[in-house]
């Protein structure tokens, strides 16, 4: 396939850098300060290290990458809110051009679940989106398996910052301020954590899975949103001596999502550690299918990506 990347953050790079090991060309790529487009494939190296140096990726335009020959657009711009602008109007471009998209970009998924399928429907082209839960997770790719009609469920830490935080408070009997300040300092948490530690990343991972098992209807308006920064240190020791601790939990379902800190067994499969996420489907046919690992990270998330453009049909 040949791919056209939008957004060359950590999962943009990893994408290009990766797509050759898969079989793709890439053959655009674009940042927020231009574009690089050949027909013939891009040199990735080289595009990489322009970024890496500062300098644009290529003095091309965001309207040449849509105009390139391509097969699948990578959506990887960053997350917005609300109306999910720009990947919304990005998406909507390739579909109507008739062409495949597979996005990391929460925000379309989980803000305009409906509008996205109806464009979807009028298309030669289709959408998927394993990258925008839980990374290299498989978490979408179960649900399509066992079919989203025999879930029932979906539970589990779909926020690495949030676990790191809660992790060290417990371990180490330290407040919420000072652990942040550590994970800051660690390249964990981003300089402005509010994302991860009130819930909204978590509860975008659930929006999407209730759209999923429920053909759409959700956004992030419609979830219960409970964060991390109102946990004191006191609470995590208590519940170690009950022999539990604290985690950020959401569960999604066909009628509700919710995120907040839950009680958990400390020795239980949702007491994932440090910055691992933790994924447990329940079935009606095959029980509770549980899959945990690396939730976020540049090459981590890419695989999800590449694994979605391998399931596509040539068009």
Do not use: C, W
């Amino acid at each position: 396939m040949k791919l056209a990347i939008l957004g060359a953050g950590a999962v943009g790079q990893s994408v290009a850098d990766l797509a050759g090991e898969y079989g793709h060309e890439v053959v655009a790529i674009s940042d927020s300060s231009g574009a690089a487009v050949d027909p013939d494939g891009i040199d990735v190296e080289r595009t990489l290290e322009r970024k890496a140096g500062g300098d644009p990726v290529g003095t091309d335009g965001v309207d040449d990458v849509f105009e390139s020959d391509y097969d699948v657009l990578v959506e990887a711009t960053p997350t917005t809110l609300g109306d999910a602008e720009p990947g919304f109007t990005h998406v909507e471009r390739a579909l109507e051009d008739d062409r495949h998209v597979v996005l990391a970009n929460k925000g379309p998924v989980a803000e305009r679940y409906d509008e996205l399928r109806a464009l979807e429907a009028d298309s030669r082209g289709s959408v998927r989106f394993e990258a925008t839960v839980g990374g290299a997770i498989p978490v979408l790719s179960t649900i399509e398996d066992a079919t989203p009609q025999a879930v029932t469920a979906v539970r589990g830490v779909l926020n690495g910052t949030a676990n790191f935080i809660l992790t060290r408070m417990a371990a180490e009997g330290l407040d919420y301020e000072h652990v942040l300040a550590e994970a800051q300092d660690l390249g964990v948490a981003e300089a402005d954590p509010t994302f991860d530690v009130d819930g909204t990343d978590a509860a975008l991972k659930f929006v999407i899975l209730a759209n999923v098992l429920a053909d759409g209807g959700f956004s992030l308006s419609d979830a219960t949103v409970e964060g991390i920064q109102d946990i004191p240190g006191s609470a995590l020791d208590l519940a170690a001596e009950d022999g539990r601790t604290i985690r950020l939990i959401g569960e999604a379902t066909r009628e509700s999502v919710r995120v907040s800190p839950r009680l958990v067994p400390e020795n239980g499969a949702l007491a994932v550690t440090g910055t691992r996420n933790i994924v447990q489907i329940e079935t009606r046919h095959a029980g509770s299918l549980a899959s945990s690992g690396r939730g976020a990270g540049g090459p981590e998330t890419a695989t999800a990506v590449l694994s979605d453009v391998g399931r596509l049909p040539e068009l």
